[in-house]
């Protein structure tokens, strides 16, 4: 399985952008996905996960009640909707795929990445 995302940009405090992580080469149905971000020197950070059903969500508190998680297996997708973007949400973000199904906060559990997506958001 390959993972693409897509969908950043630049906007201004305040703004939304929705990511979109496409899967090719095989279903990712079965895999729980999920988002991370690394901002300049910064460490790699959880951003959103969910579960094969789409069932189960987990969500960094920093994120939480601003992004969303969703998934289309019919069409190997994952998105991220992110409202209200700060300056602090300003990173390049990724998508990631753990085949044995499980939500988790830790990176090293997803063994599926795909390329980021840069997210820039101005004051």
């Known amino acids: 399985v390959q993972l693409q995302a897509s969908g950043g940009g630049s906007v201004q405090a305040g703004g939304s952008l929705r990511l979109s992580c496409a899967a090719s080469?095989?279903?990712?149905?079965?895999?729980?996905m999920a988002w991370f971000r690394q901002a300049p020197g910064k460490e790699r950070e959880f951003v959103a996960a969910?579960?094969?059903?789409?069932?189960?969500?987990s969500y960094a508190d920093s994120v939480t009640g601003r992004f969303r998680i969703t998934r289309d297996n019919d069409q190997n997708m994952v998105y991220l909707q992110m409202i209200r973007l700060k300056v602090d949400d300003m990173a390049v973000y990724y998508c990631a795929a753990d085949r044995q199904g499980w939500v988790t906060r830790r990176d090293f559990d997803y063994d599926i990445w795909g390329q980021g997506t840069q997210v820039t958001v101005s004051s």
């Open positions: 080469g095989d279903t990712i149905r079965d895999f729980a």
């Open positions: 969910l579960n094969a059903n789409g069932g189960m969500r």
